[in-house]
């Protein structure tokens, strides 16, 4: 370790975990002694305010915690970005909680890489949350992070869990299929895609949603081209498929990057939807705008959040009760950007 390494991590104040180490317990542990949990052990109990102690791990939010029991404060973990759909999930769940009687604490983590989202859930155990919803992919989960996920209720929203959490998502293999199935009864041959990125379990179902429909049907998929939801690779790789004289129909798997493949099939003198039908997901704000209008799958935004808080809300009530997980149905809506293939 550097010496500005050394320094960095001597200024990051403690958390949960770090109580946790040196009281030699678990997150959960210290969860329940800080909040007066009654099967508590006083030695446990004494060891782990020993440790809140040394550490200086907010001593006064600690207090806090003991004496005012319930925060009525939910958390979302985040990942950095400017995605308009990550926008619509927040608001989403923010409303939910709003209506449910609870305030919202977000945490945004700058990758996915598992110590930082486990740094971001510690900043929002900090904070009292009563509950947790991850609103991006585990891709791999860390002790600190399973300890977390049995310290404090928590739902993921995309697919991916824990040990200890519960799931509500939307089927977004069933996007997939909705999306390749409208293209293919226009009777394009066959449909292109470009996916998102791996790491997100989103993408991996749409993929294979994607695909699945095309062997139903009877029909070797063509290659799959990557993208990273953003609207820079959607025109990147509509470059490539504009450049392919038998591209007719393409899958998006994000709106955002379907803008980005049609500036590119523009440009290259591509008509929408005479010469190539392009379909994307979300159905955000914009898709009605773009030009043409955009065909795309809905994502019930609204639902899903709902959904995701009113089970957080179960979970927070009765700990260890198992709740199936929640799958929300997407729809297709047709706009202007898909057509019949051209003869």
Known sequence: MSSTEARDAAAKPPGMTDVARVAGVSAQTVSRALSGHPNVQ???RARVLAAVEQLGYRKN????????????????????TNSYSRIA????????????????SAATSP?????AIEDAMSRLAEQNVEGIILALPLIQVTRGIEELTKAIPTITIDGSRTSSTEVVAVDQSQAAK??????LDLGHETVWHVSGPTEWLDAVSRSEGWRSTLEAAGITPPPELKGDWSPASGYQNGLILGRIPDVTAVFVSSDEMAFGVIRAFHELGKRIPEDVSVVGVDDIALAEYCSPSLTTVAQPFPEMS?????????YIADPGTTLAPASVEPRLIVRASTAAAPH
């Open 42 to 44: 006083e030695k446990t």
């Open 61 to 80: 939010k600690a207090a806090g915690i003991l004496s005012s029991g319930h925060s009525r404060t939910i958390g979302i973990v985040l990942l950095q």
């Open 89 to 104: 999930v927040t608001a989403g769940l923010e409303q939910a909680a709003r209506d449910a009687g609870y305030a919202v």
């Open 111 to 115: 990758s996915l890489e598992p110590v």
């Open 178 to 183: 909705l999306a390749t199935q409208h293209l």
């Open 306 to 314: 709902r959904l995701a808080v009113a089970h957080l809300l179960r």
